[in-house]
């Protein structure tokens, strides 16, 4: 079981910005500390929901302050991002941090990042399919040139080459995970033979049938058994982890914290036409997390993520290690975390 902690760089009510940065880069350092697997950095736009606005920017920060655990992005938002700038980034992280490095890309939402990035709504609703093909053409070939509906160009040298040699050995492109949130996204992800990451909104269930989807329709695409197995040993499930002695203290811990920062977050979003949005309730959608993933007791906690993978197939993990919105409480749950969790799971 791989288990890497979730971070947002979270502002939350009454914090500042660079207390959230910090919060975040303590964690992830601390995360290596605690024998953790991974780090996942997320990545938003004008909005407290998360402070950090490029999931690879923090990535090269936390690669150049580890040396031993992955970091991956969680993720990056291709529709804002042109996907060569984002293959070249992608590439040399690989490259420089000994293929430490996994890229998590996703649709994102229709927000106002699309007016003030130049993308437009079309790269929202039509475009992702485009994007992610060319970003992988970036990480597989030499020589890149398009002809598409949004990106077109002369052929062009790839440089650096992202499966050039680590340590005098060919390796592997970077890893890449795909968020899947909507039925298109899982056929799309499954079609390109690439694992998903699935949110931290939805329960083992339906974590389970959207697996099940992505199995059907890599099938139905063509690809072997025995590549399906292989990809789907990488699917990524996000969650969120309080770790006290008991389930009531872990749970009132998150539920005094994230309301707050879930309104004020959520709130912020602002849609690029102006469409009506439904926002979550923060108090039920903080009991809800709650209830759907580990939080409680050291033991409570790693049952609930034997008991996911039980269920889902899916062994990997990000838990979103912030939730009490405090660094000395975020430290001792990463810690506890990896010294009290962790060895039950292994």
């Known amino acids: ?52 606005p490029s999931a690879v920017t923090l990535a090269a920060l936390l690669l150049g302050r580890t040396r031993r655990i992955g970091v991956g992005t969680a993720v990056s938002v291709l529709p804002t991002a042109h996907p060569v700038a984002l293959g070249e980034q992608a590439a040399l992280l690989h490259l420089l941090s000994g293929g430490r490095f996994t890229l998590g890309v996703g649709r994102g939402g229709p927000w106002v990042d699309l007016e003030v990035f130049g993308s437009g709504l079309r790269a929202y609703e039509r475009g992702f399919p485009e994007s992610l093909d060319l970003l992988l053409r970036w990480l597989r070939e030499p020589r890149v040139g398009a002809d598409g509906e949004r990106f077109a160009f002369r052929e062009v040298a790839v440089v650096p080459r992202p499966d050039d040699a680590l340590g005098g050995q060919a390796v592997d492109a970077p890893p890449v995970v795909v968020a899947s949130t909507s039925p298109a996204s899982v056929r799309l992800a499954a079609e390109r033979g690439l694992p998903m990451l699935l949110g931290m909104h939805c329960g083992d269930e339906e974590k389970a049938e959207v697996v099940g989807l992505w199995r059907k329709s890599a099938l139905e695409a063509g690809r072997s058994p025995e590549d399906v197995e292989a990809v789907a040993a990488r699917h990524v499930s996000a969650g969120v982890v309080q770790i006290a002695d008991d389930r009531p203290a872990a749970a009132e811990i998150l539920t005094k914290a994230m309301p707050g920062w879930l309104r004020q977050g959520l709130e912020a979003h602002v849609t690029v036409d102006g469409r009506e949005r439904r926002m979550r309730d923060p108090v039920a959608y903080a009991e809800l997390l709650c ?39 975020t430290e001792e749950n990463v810690r506890r975390l990896g010294g009290e969790v962790l060895p039950l799971l292994r």
């Open 1 to 52: 079981m791989d288990v890497g902690a979730f971070i947002l760089a979270a502002q939350f009510p009454g914090q500042g910005q660079e207390e959230a940065l910090h919060r975040a880069v303590r964690s992830a350092e601390l995360s290596e500390e605690s024998g953790l697997d991974a780090v996942w950095v997320a990545e938003h736009h004008f909005v407290p929901y998360g402070v950090c």
């Open 291 to 329: 209830e759907l993933h580990p939080v409680g007791s050291p033991r409570l906690c790693a049952d609930r993520l034997a008991a996911t993978a039980e269920r889902t197939g899916i062994r990997r993990f990000a838990l979103l290690v912030e939730g009490s919105g405090d660094l000395v409480a």
